[in-house]
């Protein structure tokens, strides 16, 4: 699977996928990323890739024509299933939603910035529009991070067996029971003894309860949506 983001700042993209289960990920050649920079495909003498917004008002708007400029280029060389906007005001992201964009081949990320995009751009170029989340950031360079991390941990091949995506909280429409490790007492805190009871069966079991008890308490809105099949298959 490949993911390509344009971004008007793409420094901010070159740490997150430069280490760990990303890295091996590329390295194994699941997965595959590359940062575009906006500035590269204006037009203009002064790689202008805003400008003021019709109508006045404060800040600036991204460009139609440099974004279009780059997603042609992109698009001349494979095909793209998603071109997904990053903006405040899309649709919120989620398990469900990352889990859909991993079963693509390749995807296009333009990160917004300053008051927003051309919206002839979100009517024309683009697919999808992704909130990560009810707060707004600086860019959506992070949000684009967020969106392609959870995407590429879900790509056969990128986590091992034990790290299995599978397990992760949400992915059953629960959150993941607690996790511990040596040593068995710390401060005389102890881990619950069931865990080295060695009965794989109740362990099994104990999980499940303890996921039921913290999506109870923590997520109540989670909790409401689950069905008596996830009850009782655990
Ligand atoms: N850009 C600014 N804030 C954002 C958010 N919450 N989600 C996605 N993109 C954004």
């Not at 990128?158 to 949400?170: G, H, P």
Request: charged share 25%; hydrophobic share 35%.
């Amino acid at each position: 699977m490949r993911i390509d983001i344009i971004s008007c700042v793409p420094q901010l993209l070159v740490s997150p996928f430069e280490h760990s289960i990303l890295k091996r990920g590329q390295a194994a050649g699941v997965i595959e990323v590359e940062v575009h920079n906006l500035r590269d495909y204006s037009t203009s003498k002064q790689k202008q890739t805003d400008d003021y917004a019709f109508g006045g008002g404060a800040g600036m708007v991204m460009m139609i024509e440099p974004i279009e400029n780059c997603i042609n280029s992109l698009k001349a060389k494979r095909s793209y299933d998603a071109v997904i906007y990053t903006t405040p005001d899309g649709e919120l992201f989620d398990q469900q939603k990352a889990n859909q964009f991993s079963l693509l081949e390749n995807i296009i990320i333009l990160c917004g910035h300053y008051k927003g995009v051309d919206e002839r751009v979100r009517q024309h170029l683009i697919t999808h529009e992704i909130s990560i989340g009810d707060y707004v950031l600086s860019g959506g360079e992070l949000a684009a991070a967020v969106i392609a991390d959870a995407v590429f941990r879900l790509v056969p091949g990128v986590m091992n067996d034990e790290t299995s995506a599978l397990t992760d909280s949400f992915q059953d429409g629960l959150l993941a029971p607690p996790v511990y490790t040596r040593p068995a007492v710390y401060n005389g805190w102890e881990v619950p003894s069931v865990l080295s009871s060695g009965h794989q069966g109740k362990i099994e079991e104990w999980r499940h309860e303890q996921s039921l008890q913290r999506t109870r308490e923590r997520r109540p809105d989670l909790y409401s949506k689950l069905t008596d099949f996830q009850f009782v298959t655990k």
